[in-house]
């Protein structure tokens, strides 16, 4: 045993002399200040990844739009501002709300998980930069031209146009590219797409010609068809997808024919859109009947459509989700989508004898900001989060922030029936303001950083 570990020394020694010992390398640590990568904001880092500058750019206009339209409520209860007008604020909020900042949480969203689906790779951050800058700037201009100037409002809106054709024909770009066999969901993206570009260049022309009547269903043409369709689409393909990953013995229940059902009523909305100013330029001694039997119509196959997709609600697993607050959020957003059919046919019905929907406005806002805009907390939440390096939940301050929400959306529809102060639509509108503000500037603080786990992107 002696010899044994006299030979081991000397052996040892041997090599340590023959052998020059480094010591190990170890990489540089990543520039941090904090457990979360509380490091320095930088704007390089919007181009990291495209859903960190399309998102960026969303929340900037989605402040500015929000808070603009609370001023707008603020003055008309108190006229302490003595704002005027060249266009139509409601035509300018409508616009905005559809055509403004939701495509740039498109552009964001889908051109990080478009090419995954489709299989080919996808353009780098820096080239949607020019495409994504005319979006929000011109609709920046859109809003001051609705104080300032038509020419002005029309210049702004314009250019957004460009940018919108531009991301248009960069996605179908990627569509055309791919040899999967399963690109419906990103062929209706793009066809979808399409429909919002001929939209907003028909309400572009419409506000030119003064026809404000077709601007208005242009732009609703655009919410349903383009923006609605967008989000029917991600919902079918992702809300079942994350609620089997997230809820044990869940299937991922997303057959084709539902899309379809989904994207048949939104077909009836935007014939509905349409509808009564056709058969008010048809004129007519029958007209007022006709109105009400397509009133009737109409109203039937809402309140059907409604029970169709309040079903599918709770076959996606709603009540399951309930436990998972980030999963909730997905699934309660998608209620509301239910919800604003069933009140768009009961204002239909209600209104029969007056000849015009009874809550028309909040049946729109159940979709507006009850459906989409609780989905885009919920989704846009979980895409930040996730390509940010964070933990996918919901943390207790934007669960309050869905909570205040949801309080904001039934504001706006109280605010919508017959005899309802005004206030309560200034309030509706203070309550969107704060929630988007407080949600916007926080996410806005996550782009401009690195992922706090270190990894690219």
């Not at 003055?75 to 409601?90: E, K, N, W």
């Not at 084709?256 to 058969?279: C, I, K, Q, R, Y």
Request: hydrophobic share 60%; with cysteine.
């Amino acid at each position: 045993m002696a010899i044994t570990h006299e030979w081991c020394r000397v052996k040892l020694e041997t090599v340590a002399k023959s052998h020059t010992v480094r010591p190990l390398r170890t990489p540089a640590p990543a520039a941090r200040t904090g457990p979360c990568g509380a490091q320095s904001w930088r704007p390089r880092h919007l181009l990291l990844a495209p859903h960190r500058l399309g998102f960026a750019l969303a929340v900037l206009l989605l402040l500015a739009s929000g808070a603009w339209w609370a001023l707008v409520q603020v003055d008309r209860v108190s006229a302490v501002l003595g704002l005027g007008y060249a266009v139509s604020p409601s035509l300018g909020h409508a616009a905005v709300m559809s055509f403004g900042f939701i495509p740039l949480f498109f552009t964001g969203f889908l051109f990080t998980a478009g090419p995954k689906w489709l299989a080919v790779r996808g353009p780098e951050a820096h080239a949607l930069v020019a495409p994504l800058l005319l979006q929000t700037g011109g609709w920046m201009v859109w809003l001051l031209g609705v104080h300032l100037s038509l020419g002005l409002t029309l210049v702004g809106g314009a250019v957004a146009l460009l940018g919108l054709a531009w991301v248009v024909a960069l996605f179908i770009g990627l569509v055309r590219r791919s040899q999967q066999a399963d690109r419906l969901h990103a062929r209706t993206v793009a066809a979808a797409g399409v429909l919002g570009v001929l939209s907003l260049g028909g309400m572009l022309g419409a506000v030119a010609l003064g026809a404000h009547d077709v601007a208005t269903a242009a732009v609703q043409t655009g919410l349903w068809g383009f923006v609605v369709v967008t989000y029917l689409v991600v919902a079918h393909r992702m809300i079942p997808f994350f609620t089997s990953s997230a809820v044990p013995m869940h299937d991922a229940w997303r057959p084709f024919w539902v899309l379809w059902v989904l994207l048949g009523a939104v077909a009836l909305e935007v014939a509905a859109v349409w509808m009564p100013m056709l058969m008010e330029w048809g004129g007519g001694g029958s007209a007022g009947r006709g109105a009400r039997a397509w009133m009737l119509g109409l109203g039937l196959m809402e309140l059907a459509a409604g029970s169709v997709i309040l079903w599918l609600a709770f076959v996606w697993g709603l009540v399951q989700s309930l436990s998972i607050r980030l999963l909730a959020m997905l699934h309660l957003g998608f209620l509301w989508l239910g919800v604003s059919f069933v009140l768009a046919g009961v204002s239909q019905l209600m209104g029969m004898r007056l000849g015009t929907p009874v809550l028309g406005l909040g049946a729109l806002h159940a979709l507006t900001m009850g459906c989409l805009g609780s989905l885009m907390l919920a989704m846009v939440t979980r895409v930040s989060c996730g390509h940010s390096g964070r933990a996918l939940v919901a943390d207790n301050l934007v669960w309050f922030l869905f909570w205040l929400l949801q309080l904001a959306v039934v504001v706006r529809i109280g605010a919508s029936a017959q005899g309802a102060p005004g206030w309560l639509l200034m309030a509706s509108a203070l309550l969107w303001a704060g929630v988007m503000a407080v949600w916007g500037l926080r996410l806005l603080g996550w782009y401009g950083r690195l992922r706090a786990d270190g990894r690219p992107g």
